[in-house]
């Protein structure tokens, strides 16, 4: 990749720059604003006369001084590039000089101490001072290292106080913003002690190691045999000792608490070794090697796997025309992957899974349980293994749990955690955040729960512990098995009987996996109950390919002429096969073969071949079962002969988008005659043309017109795709295999 300089700018922002110290981080940040253009002039100060001699020849300064005072004459900004243990000699200095209206700011890597200094120096905080520290380094050292890119998409930190001049602050947000650098504000002792943590300590750690292992008498003898995994950890013992030692000294007290911590947590390793538990170990190594990952992905506003750089803007190309044909298994069952980590964590005894979905949504329910403490292994090409706890076992998590875009993670922890004896916090993604909690957190108020919500009833939820929760008989006003679910697990640990009646029968994958966990469960009727005093015990789990994955190519064998596609490993329980029942109403031609049952769940393989599709009116008795497969049933009924009308879906509304509209929306794009109503939609079927569709964000609605394009007359680009992982990590990939032509489009 080559990194273009931006153009010089006709007028510098700056007149004149003065950068004192250049070091690495002092020359770096000299020469990469020398090159941008923004400053008139850029002046180096450094007591070392070859230091300055190379600073100039090297292109980092226009000019270079020994003389503080001189080379301050007339500064715009003045950057403090000097050791931390130097700075207040130099603040001294300055503060006996006329600097006019110059910006002060600086590189320390502890705030505290700067800020100490600087009020020292000058009676109180200079307006005009801001604090700074840019998360950036390497091995080499010296003004011959200087590198204008040495900041690009590296983190830089800055500290402003209460009394810091706004226009000082964006000068200075401007100046590293120029450079590339990932700009943030943060209070100072927030710095200090983040910093050491994620810096000061692991520096300590490898310096303390290296010298350690140097003074055994086989020092030569564990160096040469030393693999790439130890020069790894130990590369930051290579950097400047003189530099750490005054980081060390500055942000002592910092440091020492973290340290504190952390010798806390070793003597607990040492321990655990020590007895050979272990579990301990197994929980200590597991959680360490997702954790890493898990909170890059965080901070990156992704939840959990890998997308496009470009995330929020990848966008699909789908072509026209096409045929299906072959035979494929879609990944493992989201509803039931999530069930099987919830109960699997809470059983008694180790409980394996094989065909878990390693989408995102399903990953954060995974790692949820493990922020509660919960040892699990994997996955690895769909094999988890989950060590329970109990029904009693769960630790308060370290902090909010995040569960990135996954209702349904969501609304069954709430029921859980509801009884739980600790406090916890449950967050997600922008698109989560927008979801509607109600629905759970009123009836678990009811039980005895005390849950709090964001305004109108959104996340974050904080949910309190320590609740004895009471039973409770509820009728759903609408059908959701999330609701149900959610209820039903928090009766685990009520008192008395907790059921729950639904208007119309939803997927029962809860009632399902709880009996197959050994904890019994009543149905009569459209009515599920459950006592409290039973046990899970860990079981084997086989999770069947998911029918609302397979959905998509449902539709895309039925309506791409020629098309014969199979299936494999489909579950087919009766509460999520409405999408197959109203597919066969519209005249889909689908069969079921080798039809069997794994771990409690019916499962079978599904042949598909094209066949004329009609509109039909949908019974509102399938809605409910068929209720996240409806994007992809609109392009049928899109393509099919005559008008389909959808009523009592008004649950579409209130999904990752409202799912009525944007279908509607899109449709409409590509010439689609229909019109949305308040609890469905209208649509004529007829010819498909091409364009741009929006998915706003929405996993379900790319898909769908990803499916549309089979019928389309010219390309459908399809914006807003990146959630696609969220449920269905290969899609494109077994799209491309079947014989439908999508893509990701190239990032201009």
């Not at 980081?247 to 003597?267: Q, W, Y």
């Not at 899970?536 to 020629?562: K, M, Q, R, W, Y």
């Not at 079921?592 to 019974?619: H, M, Q, S, T, Y």
Request: include cysteine.
């Amino acid at each position: 990749m080559v990194d273009v300089t931006a153009l010089q700018p006709a007028v510098p922002m700056i007149g004149r720059l003065v950068v004192v110290g250049l070091g690495l981080i002092g020359g770096s940040f000299a020469k990469g604003l020398r090159e941008s253009g923004l400053c008139g002039e850029v002046v180096g100060v450094d007591l070392d006369p070859q230091s300055r001699k190379l600073a100039v020849e090297l292109g980092v300064v226009d000019r270079c001084e020994a003389d503080l005072a001189l080379a301050c004459q007339g500064a715009d900004v003045i950057q403090l590039a000097v050791p931390i243990l130097a700075m207040e000699k130099l603040l001294a200095l300055l503060a006996d000089m006329d600097l006019g209206q110059a910006i002060l700011t600086d590189v320390g890597s502890a705030k505290g101490n700067v800020v100490r200094a600087a009020k020292l120096a000058f009676g109180g905080m200079p307006a005009r001072f801001v604090p700074g520290h840019p998360i950036a380094g390497s091995e080499q050292s010296g003004v011959e290292a200087s590198n204008a890119q040495l900041f690009r998409r590296h983190k830089v930190i800055l500290t402003p106080l209460e009394q810091t001049d706004p226009a000082a602050l964006a000068v200075v947000d401007r100046l590293w913003r120029e450079l590339g650098a990932d700009v943030e504000h943060m209070q100072v002792e927030r710095h200090d002690e983040v910093l050491a943590a994620t810096s000061h300590l692991p520096h300590l750690l490898a310096f303390g190691l290296v010298d350690s292992l140097a003074k055994r008498n086989e020092n030569l003898e564990i160096f040469r045999y030393a693999a790439g995994g130890f020069r790894d950890f130990t590369r930051i013992a290579g950097s400047d000792p003189v530099m750490w030692h005054d980081i060390f000294l500055a942000n002592r007290e910092a440091v020492l608490r973290t340290l504190d911590t952390f010798r806390s947590d070793l003597d607990a390793l040492r321990d655990a070794v020590d007895a050979g538990d272990g579990h301990q170990l197994l929980g200590v190594f597991t959680r360490a090697r997702v954790a890493r990952e898990h909170f890059s992905k965080i901070l990156a506003r992704r939840a959990y796997m890998e997308t496009a750089v470009n995330a929020d803007e990848q966008t699909f190309l789908a072509k026209p025309g096409g045929r299906l044909s072959g035979q494929i298994r879609v990944p493992g069952d989201k509803s039931i992957s999530h069930r099987s980590i919830m109960l699997g964590s809470l059983a008694d005894g180790v409980t394996e899974v094989e065909g878990f979905l390693e989408g995102e949504d399903a990953l954060a329910t995974l790692q949820a349980f493990r922020d509660m403490g919960v040892v699990i292994e994997g996955p690895h090409h769909g094999r988890v293994t989950i060590h329970g706890v109990g029904l009693h076992g769960l630790q308060p998590a370290p902090g909010p749990i995040y569960l990135g875009n996954s209702g349904t993670s969501m609304r069954l922890l709430s029921g859980l955690l509801a009884a739980q004896r600790f406090d916890s916090v449950l967050t997600g993604d922008a698109s989560l955040s927008k979801r509607p909690m109600n629905r759970v957190a009123k009836p678990l108020r009811e039980m005895g729960a005390v849950i709090e919500t964001g305004p109108d009833g959104r996340p974050p939820l904080t949910i309190r512990g320590g609740q004895a929760l009471k039973g409770l008989d509820y009728s759903m006003p609408m059908a959701s098995a999330q609701v149900k679910s959610c209820l039903l697990l928090a009766g685990l640990y009520a008192e008395g009987k907790t059921s729950v009646t639904e208007p119309a029968p939803t997927r029962d994958h809860t009632e399902r996996m709880l009996r197959g966990f050994g904890y019994p469960v009543a149905v009569a009727g459209a009515t599920a109950s459950v006592e409290p005093g039973h046990a899970l015990t860990a079981t084997h789990i086989e999770v069947p390919g998911d029918i609302s994955s397979s959905a998509f190519f449902l539709v895309a064998a039925s309506i791409a002429e020629g098309s014969e596609l199979l299936l494999e490993h489909v579950g087919v329980n009766p509460t999520r096969t409405g999408v197959i029942d109203i597919l066969r109403l519209m005249g889909a031609d689908i069969t079921l073969e080798n039809p069997r049952e794994v771990g409690g769940e019916p499962v079978a393989d599904l042949r598909v071949r094209a066949a004329e599709l009609k509109g039909i009116e949908i019974p509102e008795a399938l809605v409910p079962l068929a209720i996240d497969e409806f994007p992809v049933l609109f392009v049928a009924a899109a393509c099919a002969k005559g008008r389909t009308v959808l009523r009592g879906a008004e649950e579409l509304r209130v999904k990752e988008s409202d799912r009525i509209q944007v279908m509607a929306d899109g449709l409409l794009a590509l010439g689609v005659k229909c019109e949305p109503t308040p609890d469905g939609i209208i649509i004529d079927g007829g010819p498909m043309g091409g364009g741009e569709v929006q998915s706003h964000g929405d996993h379900r609605i790319a898909m769908a017109f990803s499916v549309a394009s089979l019928r389309a007359a010219a390309p459908i680009r399809i914006r807003d795709c990146a959630n696609v992982a969220t449920s269905f990590p290969n899609f494109l990939t077994l799209c491309a295999h079947v014989g439908i032509r999508v893509a990701q489009e190239a990032q201009l």
